[in-house]
């Protein structure tokens, strides 16, 4: 350890994470500080906030950008050279399989909160409801998934079914099996809803043919079709308010 540098246990108490978080409560704490309370100890050149730092920082200060790391990109090895050699070395050092997992426990906790927060609302009135709704769900994959959420009568909820997964642009959905779970769940109204990994929220010449042809088959069976939301990790896109769902 470098002279002179204190490691946590010698912070002024106000400063060690844990108990500021009593004295002053959590909202007083920077995101670094919660997640070394999380891992508990940094490594022999950093504290664990100071390493929480660092881990942030590679992540554009973003608790959305931390939640999609995997769990080889957090306890990764990059290239270090020393005395001429070339070594493998720990690009977080101190960040085992075991503090990775914690922190990716959180950041899911978190997004299922989101979702839950959502849920206990019960009613799908917008597409900003939809969003919210979806956006835990999709917006940390990596390849297309649809959905079909199905309403009763003053648009609660009574089922999300995942309808199809696809590969990194595109996903299949077939339209007798959306309305056969809509009559089986016995909902009279449905919304769809799919993911575009490419972080592109507008709809492809297939997107729009797959809502035309919903949308056609909703309303020969008396069911209310919502809308078709797009969502990306940021933004989304809604037929219904672009005016091609009526």
Same mark, same amino acid.
């Given at each position: 350890?470098?002279?002179?540098?204190?490691?946590?246990?010698?912070?002024?108490?106000?400063?060690?994470?844990?108990?500021?978080?009593?004295?002053?409560?959590?909202?007083?704490?920077?995101?670094?500080?919660?997640?070394?309370?999380? *891992?508990?100890?940094?490594?022999?050149?950093?504290?664990?906030?100071?390493?929480?730092?660092?881990?942030?920082?590679?992540?554009?200060?973003?608790?959305?950008?931390?939640?999609?790391?995997?769990?080889?990109?957090?306890?990764?090895?990059?290239?270090?050279?020393?005395?001429?050699?070339?070594?493998?070395?720990?690009?977080?050092?101190?960040?085992?399989?075991?503090?990775?997992?914690? *922190?990716?426990?959180?950041?899911?906790?978190?997004?299922?909160?989101?979702?839950?927060?959502?849920?206990?609302?019960?009613?799908?009135?917008?597409?900003?409801?939809?969003?919210?709704?979806?956006?835990?769900?999709?917006?940390?994959?990596?390849?297309?998934?649809?959905?079909?959420?199905?309403?009763?009568?003053?648009?609660?909820?009574?089922?999300?079914?995942?309808?199809?997964?696809?590969?990194?642009?595109?996903?299949?959905?077939? *339209?007798?099996?959306?309305?056969?779970?809509?009559?089986?769940?016995?909902?009279?109204?449905?919304?769809?809803?799919?993911?575009?990994?490419?972080?592109?929220?507008?709809?492809?010449?297939?997107?729009?043919?797959?809502?035309?042809?919903?949308?056609?088959?909703?309303?020969?069976?008396?069911?209310?079709?919502?809308?078709?939301?797009?969502?990306?990790?940021?933004?989304?896109?809604?037929?219904?308010?672009?005016?091609?769902?009526?």
């Amino acid at each position: 350890m470098e002279q002179g540098r204190l490691n946590i246990k010698q912070w002024a108490e106000e400063d060690r994470p844990r108990e500021k978080l009593v004295a002053k409560g959590v909202e007083a704490l920077s995101n670094a500080e919660l997640l070394a309370i999380l *891992i508990g100890s940094g490594n022999t050149e950093e504290s664990a906030v100071e390493l929480m730092r660092r881990l942030l920082a590679d992540c554009g200060n973003s608790l959305n950008a931390l939640g999609k790391m995997s769990l080889d990109e957090l306890t990764g090895t990059v290239s270090q050279s020393e005395e001429g050699r070339v070594r493998p070395v720990r690009r977080y050092k101190g960040l085992g399989v075991a503090k990775a997992v914690t *922190i990716m426990a959180a950041c899911e906790l978190g997004k299922r909160r989101m979702q839950e927060e959502v849920a206990e609302r019960k009613q799908i009135r917008s597409s900003e409801d939809l969003y919210r709704y979806y956006l835990p769900l999709m917006q940390d994959l990596q390849h297309e998934e649809c959905h079909v959420l199905l309403l009763n009568q003053a648009c609660r909820i009574l089922e999300n079914v995942l309808v199809s997964k696809g590969g990194l642009t595109e996903t299949a959905a077939d *339209i007798r099996l959306i309305l056969r779970m809509a009559l089986l769940r016995q909902a009279t109204v449905i919304a769809l809803c799919h993911n575009h990994p490419s972080g592109n929220a507008r709809p492809s010449g297939e997107d729009n043919r797959l809502t035309d042809r919903l949308a056609k088959a909703c309303k020969m069976m008396n069911i209310h079709f919502l809308d078709h939301v797009i969502v990306t990790d940021g933004k989304y896109y809604s037929y219904r308010d672009e005016g091609t769902i009526i």
